[in-house]
Every structure is written in structure tokens, then in C-alpha cells.
């Protein structure tokens, strides 16, 4: 392969991931921006997207909260639980398809 089409392959792959992981990244930002906000400035028109005064208050209000530990705990249950199933998932495919390309049996639809 050519060093001309080889950078143009990561130029390529790097773009493709841009514009797929930007919208992620933006919507994190965005909660970030609302979460040290007043309430005015999350209600206004045009959005407001950094704030000319930052409200650090709603972080010790939350956890302030009488229900904080219980959303937290559930939060860690409902985490540790997606996490754990996607590793053992994960695990019982990886030690598959491991196995079938040492012995060299591959399917039709794979690579």
C-alpha cells in the first residue's frame, strides 16, 4: 500500500471518529455547563453555554440531598451490574474466537 493512500486512510479513520464521538462529547459538555448554572440562565433564550457566574452550590446541594446516597447506591448497583454482564459476555467471545483462529477454523462471515 502506498504511504500517499496509507494517510489517507487515517485522515479518513480519524475524521470517521470525530464525527462520531463529537455528539457525545458535546452532550457531556452541555451537562457540565447546565450543572454550574442558575436556574435563569438554564431556562433563557438563546441558550446560554458558559455562564458569566458559575453556581458551584448545586454540586453541595445535591449531595446535601436526603436521597443522595440512595441514588448513588443505585447508580453503583445499576453500573456494576451493565459492567459486569458486558465483561462476562465479552469474555466468553473473546475466548472464542480466540480458540477457532488458533485452531484455524474460521466461519465464512468472519475476516
Known sequence: MSPLRQMLGRIGLAFALIVIVSPAVLFFLWMLSLSVKFEVDNASYPPIFIPEHFNWGNYAAVIDSKRFS??????LIVTGAATAFALLVGFFCSSGLACSARSGRRSSSTW
Do not use: D, G, Q, V
Request: net charge neutral.
Open 70 to 75: 440512595t441514588y448513588f447506591t443505585n447508580s
